[in-house]
């Protein structure tokens, strides 16, 4: 089946380490997304990609770095230096060339005590 | 920049009502898109429906409907005839267009809609 895997489902740290989530599609995809969702709130964006090896910060990039080496992949990473890295992360992706709904996976919750 | 602003925080229908979820947004792009998404408790978001700005035509799927008013920038969602299995987070969501902002999507802040038995 197509889409967009994320994993894991939950997942717990210590405050001070480095944590990378893990985003996956298989749906052909060119641009891919981060988003944050706090309690209650909406969406905001962390990082995007719209090619390979090329990427974007979005409006809460500070504490986040992400790669995108491959088509089908756009893991990111919470630093230490993020300062309240607890939250649900969302990924997504879009095909490019024009407006398409983008796509979203089931999303890691990430606490950080 | 843009914005896009859910007024209602929380809804709590009886089952049968009618429901309508209002979005007002604000953008300096005359080309731009509207979305709606629903967020059940599993936590992922489901696209609902795509909007142009060049297109103002209301849409109708099921019991589900949409609003789209240019003249006061509001893209109101109307669920007819509400069921339990209704109860989600729906978010209303602008892009502009690709070529300036890769289509990022900017979120309001949802309404958390409850159906009742």
């Known amino acids: 089946d197509g889409g967009i895997t994320q994993s894991p489902k939950y997942l717990f740290r210590k405050e001070g380490q480095n944590v990378t989530l893990s985003c996956e599609q298989n749906?052909?995809?060119?641009?891919m997304y981060w988003y944050r969702q706090d309690p209650g709130q909406g969406l905001r964006l962390i990082y995007y990609?719209?090619?390979?090896?090329?990427?974007q910060k979005g409006d809460i990039a500070e504490g986040y770095s992400v790669s995108r080496e491959k088509k089908e992949s756009f893991p990111l990473t919470v630093t230490s230096a993020q300062k309240n890295p607890t939250a649900f992360y969302l990924c997504?992706?879009?095909?490019?060339?024009?407006?398409?709904?983008?796509?979203f996976g089931p999303g890691t919750r990430l606490t950080v005590t | 920049a843009q914005k896009v602003t859910q007024a209602q925080t929380e809804i709590s229908v009886v089952e049968k009502e009618d429901v309508t979820l209002d979005c007002v947004y604000e953008?300096?792009?005359?080309?731009?898109?509207l979305f709606w998404y629903k967020q059940p408790p599993s936590g992922e978001l489901v696209f609902l429906i795509r909007?142009?700005?060049?297109?103002?035509q209301n849409e109708i799927s099921g019991r589900y409907s949409w609003n789209f008013q240019k003249s006061t920038s509001s893209f109101n969602f109307t669920i007819t005839a509400s069921q339990v299995v209704d109860s989600a987070v729906y978010f209303c969501?602008?892009?502009?267009?690709?070529?300036?902002?890769?289509?990022?999507?900017?979120f309001g802040e949802g309404t958390q809609l409850t159906v009742n038995p």
């Open positions: 990609s719209q090619i390979v090896n090329d990427f």
């Open positions: 969501a602008l892009s502009e267009a690709e070529e300036t902002s890769g289509s990022r999507l900017t």
């Open positions: 909007r142009n700005s060049f297109d103002e």
């Open positions: 953008t300096r792009d005359t080309t731009y898109y």
């Open positions: 997504a992706s879009r095909l490019a060339g024009g407006i398409y709904e983008q796509y």
């Open positions: 749906l052909n995809h060119d641009a």
